[in-house]
Nanobody
Framework: QVHLVESGGGSVQAGGSLRLSCAASGYTYSRYSTDCMGWFRQAPGQEREGVAATNTRFRTTFYADSVEDRFTISYDNANNILYLQMNSLKSEDTARYYC?????????????????WGQGTQVTVSS
């Protein structure tokens, strides 16, 4: 059973920074496995959207246009921890952020039916 646990959320003023972490465990490779992990977010009344993704084997990274040049995704292979460094935060970044493993499409940051999810961590940016 895949277990994803996020941490690092909180409240910050606009222009500030936060770093989210996601500890991953229990992942077993199968023929359906991808090497893609990522971060998604969901604001109240809105659909969940992909924010950033990384191919953990090739270390390539992909971002939504709205966070390009402000957010950085990375993966610590030795400790199985996914990070999201968020800089220059804006009020529109306020949302619950979810860690995800086994994305369907890494380039487009899209989840699929075999994507695993964490419980999420709240990020609130005040202007």
């Amino acid at each position: 059973q895949v277990h994803l646990v996020e941490s690092g959320g909180g409240s910050v003023q606009a222009g500030g920074s936060l770093r989210l972490s996601c500890a991953a465990s229990g992942y077993t490779y199968s023929r359906y496995s991808t090497d893609c992990m990522g971060w998604f977010r969901q604001a109240p009344g809105q659909e969940r959207e992909g924010v950033a993704a990384t191919n953990t084997r090739f270390r390539t990274t992909f971002y939504a246009d709205s966070v390009e040049d402000r957010f950085t995704i990375s993966y610590d292979n030795a400790n199985n921890i996914l990070y999201l460094q968020m800089n220059s935060l804006k009020s529109e970044d306020t949302a619950r952020y979810y860690c995800a493993a086994n994305l369907l499409n890494c380039v487009a940051v899209v989840a699929g039916p075999r994507t695993y999810w964490g419980q999420g961590t709240q990020v609130t940016v005040s202007s």
